[in-house]
Every structure is written in C-alpha cells, then in structure tokens.
C-alpha cells in the first residue's frame, strides 16, 4: 500500500510539473502580447517605453524555458506571482476563493451520491419496470441539461416564485442547496445511469448463488454481496467527475453569485491575468489529481486486486 | 415585505444574511455591482472601481451635465497669469472621515501623491501640465501649471486620480493605509467577490445621504442581476451595460418597478480606417455612412433604450451644439454612389470590385460582448445589400486592443469617453497612435492640421477662437466619414417600486446613492 502511494505521489507531482509547463508555454506563445495585456490590467497607457519596461519587469525579454525556470523557482516557494488585475499575490486570492468552491464541490458531490446511489439501486431492483423507465428519462434529461439553464430554471422556480430560498451569494446554509443541485445534476444521472448498470452486473455474478444457498438474509446479499462489489466503476466516475464539477461550478459559481475560484477564474480569463490563469489550473490540476488519489486509494481498499497489482 | 427564505426558518438556522442584507428595510440601500470595489486608492486606477472612488472621495470642482462646474471640496476659485496657475478657496469646517482636517496642506501632499507617480497617469494632459502645488494659507492653495490649459477645471473634476485622500492614510509610496475620504460613505467592509459595504459619513458637510448604509453585492451576471432584483435581494440596477435591452424592457412593463434612461453619456461609434483599403476611399466610407440603417439598429438590436447617434459628441456636451446631421439613410444613393466611384458588381457576384479588388472590410468586434455581435452582424447585413462585403472578426478585449493600436482593421467598435471627458481629452487622445482613432484619421489629408489644431485648441485661453476651432475639428471629423456614430450610452436604472425615482449622476460613474431614498 505504501509503495501504490509513493508511485502516486510521485505520478502527481510529474503531471503538476507537465501541466504547468504546458499550460505556461500556451499562455506566453498564444496571441497577443503580455506586456500589452499587462498594461491594459493595470491601466498604464501602453507606450513604446512603457511596454519596454513592462517586459524587462516581466521578464518576457527572456527566453521560453528561462522564464518558465523562473516562475518555477518561486512556485516551489509557494510564490505563484500577483495577478495583474488586482495586484495581490495569486496564493493569498487562491486561499481566499478555494473554500467556497471546494464547499459547494462537496455539497455537489453529495447530492451526485443521494441522487444517483439510492435511485440507481432502485433502477437496477426494478429493471424494466416504472421506476427504471421514470429514472431513465430523469438521467436523459439530466445530461442534456446544460448547467447554467438549470441554475437560472431553478432560481426562477424556488426563488423568484416560491421565495423559499436565496437566489444569489454564500450567506448561510439554505444559499448553497441550488447551487450544489445546479452543479452536480448532469453528474448524478451520469452516477444513476452507471451503478443501475452496475448492480445489474453484481447480480448476475455466479457467487450470489453460493450466498442464496448458505442462507444469507436478501438484505446481505444485497448489501455485502452486491452493492458494495457494484460500487467501484461509480466510484471511479466519482474521481473523473470531480473535475466536471469543479468545472461546472466556474458558471454556476456566476450565475449564482457564489464568491468561489470558479468566478474569479473567468475573470482572469476574461482579463488575460496570466499569473492568476497560472496558479489557478496548477491549484484545479492539485485538487483533481488529489481527489483522483483518494479515489484510487478507497479504489484500492474496496478491491484488493488493486492494491495487489493482481488482474481483475 | 420581502420574503424569508422558508427553509430557513424551518431549519431554525439562521438566516446568514450579512448584517446590512438584514436590515434592508431600515435604511440600507442594497446594489450590485460585477467585481468588487477594489483597495479604494483616489490616486489610482484597475481594480479601484470609480463608483465607489466617486463616493469616498471628492474633487474641488464638480462637472455637472452640460460642461459647466459647481463648487465641491473649493468654494471658489480663480486663474492666473492668463490661465497658467489656478488658486482655490477651500471649504471651511470639512474634514475626513478619520477626523483630520481637509486643508491646504491636505491638497498639496494629494496632488504631490499623483506627480510622483506621472507616468501612470500619463493618458491625462491635466497632470503632465501641473507643475506644482503651493498652500498660500490653511484654506488656499495655488495649482501651478506649466502652460494655460483650458479643460484643467474640468480634468479636476475626474473621479481620479486628482481626489483626495486623508494625508494621515497617505504612504509614501503612494499607497493608502486605508481608504478615507470627505465624501459622504464610508467603507465598512468588504468581502473580496462577495461585497461590500458602505456607511453614511456622519460628519459629512454637505447634504447626508438619506440611507444609512449602501450594501453592494458582487454579481457577475446580468442575469443573475435581474433576478436577484425580482426576488428583492437587490434594489436597484444602475450602469450603462448592467442589464441587457431586452431585460430593461421587460423590468419597464413590469408594475412593480420602474425603469429609466439618464440622457446621453457618451458615444457608442464605429470607426471606419482612412488609411487602409478599402475604407482609405471616401467614396466608400460615405456609403457607409448612408448604407447603414442606424435606426434599425437602436430599434432592433438595442430595442431602443439609446437614442440613435448623429454626431460624434451628442448636443449636450461643451461645444458640440453644432447642428451637425449624420446622412440620411438611404441604400439606393448609397450603391449610386459606389457605382460613380468605380465598385461595380461583377455579374453574379455580390461584392463589388474595382481593378479586380474585391470591396471587402474587417469588422471587428469583441467576440465576448453580445451587444457588438449583434450589431456587427446588423451592420454586415446592411452592407452586403450594398455590395460591401464585411468579414466579421470576434476576438477577446486584448487582441481587439491590439488592432487599435496598430490599425489593423477596416471598422472597429469603440465609445467615446463621456463627461467630463468628451470632447477634449478623448479628442487629444486623437493624437496618439495607439488610439483607434488616430489610426482611423491617418488616411485623411487633413490629419496633421486635424493633429495641430487639438493641440490648439487645448492651450488657447481665447473662447471665441476655442469655439471656431472645435466647430472646424467636429465639422471636418463629421464630414470625413471616418466616425458611425450608432447611439448614445445611457445609464440605465431599473429600481423597484419601494424606491423613490432614483436621480442621474452627471457623469457615468457618479451613481448619486446620497440622493436615494425609500418612497
């Protein structure tokens, strides 16, 4: 287990260092001139001379891998650069908008695991039947949905007529129900869809017939014997979706007013505040590589064949 | 009443409103705005948001709609030697919100603040003119220039970065250890991308604001603006691209709010490059100027909340009552007129051509803003009934600054600045090749007189001659065809009922939240 956690470990700061070096040589060598964006940010008129020395400051003068080599050193020192457009430096605004997005990617993914594990047993414990038609048509709907048009749907429903709940900001328990439902729907029918196939699966497996035959109790066989066998592709899905859902959460994050990373990405994007871009897909690419970990690690817990290295 | 969110009186949580959002009733105005108010620096600029500059600091002489100047933070004030240096009487008895006096000795060390910085503020002629400062006693100072220049009064009354901030905040580096002005708010709190909140300034010295405190959510969406004002989270939007034209319309028809448009602020305008083909013919760009259905632009696209444009300064504005007219619009003149330039349309074809070059323009555009795609995409029908063919070019802010400043575009979107700006300072930007305009013009024959008489016009201390001087720029610009003017920028407001009609600030980013009150 230690020796599956270092190979881990060491895979991610691998893909840390590939992604940042990628995603640096994108924004320098895309279009446009830095220098200039810069000055835009700051408002400094864009002379020759000011753009001079925006680049000397900048060090875009130098060359590609030098610069990279640079950012890389402070990086190492937790020192990402300050964002162009606020002028603060890029950790202490990361620190700052993470909890909120990482508050509203937990709430997402608990409403992904009460809608989609209960229903999709369900689904799977009454296949072909109503509750396997209703919840199939629930799932299309789902992911046809995009995220945003759910938001506003559910805004216009719960907030504008009913008046039940907050439609915008992160000011107390009740704000964040439409927002986690906006964010994790498409992934819970995805979730439903994936442990009704799931389950289906676990209860053709040969061994339930030796369960039936020592006399367990259905309630066992289908809690030891199936569910939890039936839990590790869901599972899986779990890991990959948690980037969906961080992506997911930059628009809801605006339409509802959630003060999160997700908002204040856009408007780096929307700026061009390259060190703020930066430091913000190394934080997402730690986050998701690091949800990723748990996952295999819980992965490798639920199936020892993994943490084995033996075949499925 | 508003509405309390049921689960949470349900859940016995409660309600983890800010403390004002509580209190919304009881004399807290509440408003949105897309980012926060930023560290509220009078001096500087990005992400200070100059709605908020407005309303902690104050300048010494204020514009109001028209042009003209009424006292502020000075209650009179005088030129001498022949414009080169101004003296001002300071009001008595103001003080700062953290108790110092404002006085003489506070203007000096504000205006000594903004020269150490000069080159950042190197887009404004006012600060490359001022020389210097002097306190002459505790209530008057004396603003030394370097030569006469007509629009300082005017360049004073900027929402920066000629302010003033309590020299006890003041660092030397031109940071502030906190934001403190004479205004009549006061900063309480912020929460950076959540929101923040502003206080009545108690020892203000003129008119107190009616409310008690301003709360000012951090909402990206227009949208989600829209709705946040329904469900009465908001009170008021306020802003000239706050809320789409089709959401004002909806908000106008709807009873229980009431919407409104200040009079014009600025210029929404195309400009149309001299100096490149095939705009670099005149004959072209006045068939623009006629091919285009202006009317139906405002009407459709901008489902008339701005009054179409005919000039490229409206009425309003100092100097520009000029009784300019833009072209009537009137396709069959304007393919009549291509016609006797020599842009014929090959048969079958629908572009026209000349020597073979087919008569074709760039329209750019920023890919982001909705607005300028619809228009642009209006804009583009139009000239191909005119045999004009415009490639659309949509790109993000930064790439479509870049094509102003190196010119490379055929039309381009643009605003002029808007009071107190327009038309002196955005007409000496003219002059700077990193403008679009200056691009634009440069194919004009007229361009270096053009160049000359700006400069003129912003030194000259003769009105008469002032006067003769804009009528010949504007008139020449006019008849150039290097401008489309397409409508006016309004502010536009949309309050709820409980709020009493919500007045206009003179400029686009003074929003008179002292002046607000419950009906």
Redesign the interface.
Known sequence: MLYFLARRIAGLLLLLLVVSFVFFAMLRLG???PA??YL????????EA?LAAARESLGLDRPLVEQYLTWLDHALRFDLGRSW???RPVTQEIA??LP?TLQLAAAAVLVMLLVGVPFGIWAALRRDRWPDNATRILAFIGVSVPNFWLA?LL??LF??T?????????????SI?LPAIATAAMSACVMLRLVRTSVLGALGEPHLRFARARGLARRTILGRHVVLNAMVPPMTMLGLHVGELLGGAMVVE????W??IG??A??AI?N?DYPALQGFVLAMTTVFVLCNLVIDLLHAWLDPRVRLGLPA | MRRRPLLAALSGVPFLAPAAAKASQGGTLTFSWPVSAGPLNPHLYNPNQMYAQAMLYEPLVRYVEGGTLEPALATAWEAERGGRSFVFQLRQGVRFSDGTPFDAAAVVSNVEAVLRNRPRHAWLELIAQIDGAEALDGGTVRLRLKGPYYPALLELALIRPMRFASPAVLRPDGSLSAPVGTGPWRLAETVRGAHDLFVRNEDYWGDKPAANRLLVRVLADSNSRALALETGEIDLIYGTDQIDADTFRRFATDRRFTATLSPPLATRMLAVNSARFPTDDSAVRQAIAGGIDRAALVRHVLQGTEPAAETLFAENFPYCRLGLRAPAFDRAAAAARLDAAGWRLPAGGRVRARDGRPLSVDLCFVGADALQKALAEAVQGDLARIGIGARLIGEDAGTSDGRQRSGDFGLIFGNTWGAPYDPHAFMGSMRAPSHADFQAQRGLTEKAEIDRRIGAVLTTTDEAERVETYRWLLTTLHASGVYFPISYLTNKAVQRADLAPVPFGATRYEIPFDRMRRA
Do not use: E, M, N
Request: charged content about 15%; proline content about 10%.
């Open positions: 279009r446009g001139d200039l964006d835009r940010l700051a408002q400094i008129p864009p002379t000011a457009y606020t002028s700052h908008y909120a506003f805004v216009l907030s504008v009913l008046g039940w709940l907050p439609a915008i900001g992160r000011d107390g328990p009740t129900i605006t339409v509802f007013a003060p999160g908002r204040w856009l408007l929307q061009r």
